[in-house]
């Protein structure tokens, strides 16, 4: 058994930024399922929002964050985010992340001096900033087009030399400990986690456990996320009965690299905010035929745009064009998509880039309040496994990272005066009951296959009652096998990680089904149009099914 005041699920931004706050306040034990810097925090390319240009302002941060959460963000965590972001980046710039610095800034390794850099009022140099869709201002801060390998890499060094932390790589949570289930009261106090290199199972205890396990893009068949972004936390929450909110809104990024050896790159927004344009096959532009804010229209659009492009053409993708800029601006501000992409055999400088739309981003998820407590005493959510309010029904671009260290920060400073002297819980250790070793790994690998290949086909970009159904037909048939085999066989991290898919799939499902209208990341054709008494969350919780809150919010707007 193993004990700590903190127990950190997921080594992403979130996490790790929660635990170098934390580790002021007591010991931290971080279990991440693969090596630490796997994330999809790490793959971030365009960059974190925040308001840093003297023509910029809060309130056009704000503004456009609602406009894109389409009438479903919650005000209150949008204020939060957007006041709180130059402070995040500059907590950042403190662990030691390097963000691209105004034009006329000397990087530390060039030979020909350059005159300096500007400086803002307080003295600091100022930030380079990109555009991106539904931005009315430059405000991303970035890392060429590899800004999450930086803040990655900044966050990991910070916390492998910070006193207080203990980073469990290789170790994956199966399940949260609730007291309730051994007739106590309703609190989180740990979880199961599997020691994926020694096929053992340890029982963590902590004084508060913080789910921090990023997204679930490995639902569908074509993502963007890598392989870790399997939903766990979702899953782990919803079985533990903490409620879950707004499943439904999916983001699909519109350009991801259409490649036969491309598994899932990234093609950035940013781009297009610099100015790329979205052509079909003859080369014509297609954007201005589905909104006035064409290329730079928020991602609902751009994917939706794209999606019906190849549904009426029958091609299997479309084109982003960027050769009109100069090559050396482009080989400036894009390096690592340049780079990617010549490995592919595409010049990105002279040749247009063959795009499709993949799954991106969770919108919804645990439901929080203003801190990252979630309806589970003992137990917070943070990063984009939690459902803050601030995305709405769909997410402005560049605002998750923001999230993720803005909520890691206020559940740091609501967790710093925890309760620390309480004896530990009896709680049982792990069971492995009469489990043998799988000889029928292929009903792993087949399910696995299926769910993803059912939720891309039927609960996609555009969905349908019909399609809604079947899909959930499918699902409790494929979950019924998974559970027979969970209780059959040995653990391994892809039965685990399938078991948790089913379930995310299922709750994308139920709150699609329960969504009688269309609205952000949600567009179904039985109901096309938007209803303004749908502007509510969608809650779900084990034993309740997903059905739209009274009072119009979960979560955040409970906080303080
Ligand atoms: P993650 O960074 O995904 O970290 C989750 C961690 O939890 C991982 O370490 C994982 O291994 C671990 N984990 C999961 N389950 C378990 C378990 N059961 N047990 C133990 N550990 C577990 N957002 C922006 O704001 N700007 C961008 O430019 C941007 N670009 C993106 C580009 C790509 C290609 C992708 C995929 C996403 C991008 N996003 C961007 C979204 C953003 O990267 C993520 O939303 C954000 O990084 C999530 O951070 P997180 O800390 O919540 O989760
Ligand atoms: C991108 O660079 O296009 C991704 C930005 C994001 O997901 O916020």
Known sequence: MLTCDFLVIGSGIAGLSFALEAA?????IVVTKRAREESNTKYAQGGIAAVLDKDDSFEKHVNDTLVAGAGMSHPRAVELCVREAPDRIRMLQSYGAHFDLAQGAAHADESSPRPPPPSSPSGTPELDLHLEGGHSARRIVHTGDMTGREVERALVLAVSSAKNIRVLDEHMAIDLITLAKYGGPEVCAGAYVFDVAHGKVEKVLARATVLATGGAGK???????????????????????????????????????????????????????????????????????????????????????????????????????????????????????????????????????????????????????????????????????????????????????????????????????????????????????EAVPSDEAVVITQNWDELRRLMWNYVGIVRSDKRLRRAARRIALLQEEIAEYYWTYFLTRDLLELRNIATVAQLVVECAAARRESRGLHFTIDHAETDPKMARDMVVKRGVPAHLVPGGSAGAERGP
Request: with cysteine; charged share 20%; aromatic share 8%.
């Open 24 to 28: 002021a306040h007591g010991e931290v």
């Open 219 to 433: 639902v569908y068949l074509y993502t963007t996320n890598p392989d870790v972004a399997t939903g766990d936390g979702v899953a782990m929450a919803f079985r533990a009965g903490a409620e879950v909110a707004n499943m439904e809104f999916y983001q699909f990024h519109p350009t991801c690299l259409f490649h036969p050896q491309a598994k899932n790159f990234l093609i950035s927004e940013a781009l297009r905010g610099e100015g790329a344009i979205l052509r079909r096959l003859d080369g014509t532009p297609f954007m201005k035929e589905y909104d006035p804010r064409m290329e730079l229209a928020p991602r609902d659009i751009v994917a939706r745009a794209i999606d019906h492009e190849m549904k009426r053409s029958g091609a299997e993708h479309v084109l982003l064009d960027i050769t009109h800029k100069d090559p050396a601006f482009i080989k400036e501000h894009f390096p690592g998509i340049h780079a990617q992409c010549m490995g592919y055999g595409i010049d990105i400088t002279t040749q247009p880039i063959p795009v499709v739309p993949a799954a991106h981003y969770l919108c919804g998820g645990i439901t929080t309040d203003l801190d990252g407590r979630t309806t589970i005493p003992g137990l917070w959510a943070i990063g984009e496994c939690a459902h803050t309010g601030l995305h709405g029904a769909n997410r402005l671009a560049s605002n998750s990272l923001l999230e993720g260290m803005v909520f890691a920060h206020m559940a740091a400073q609501a967790l710093a005066s925890i309760e620390r002297a309480k004896p530990w819980p009896d709680v049982p250790d792990w069971d492995v009951g």
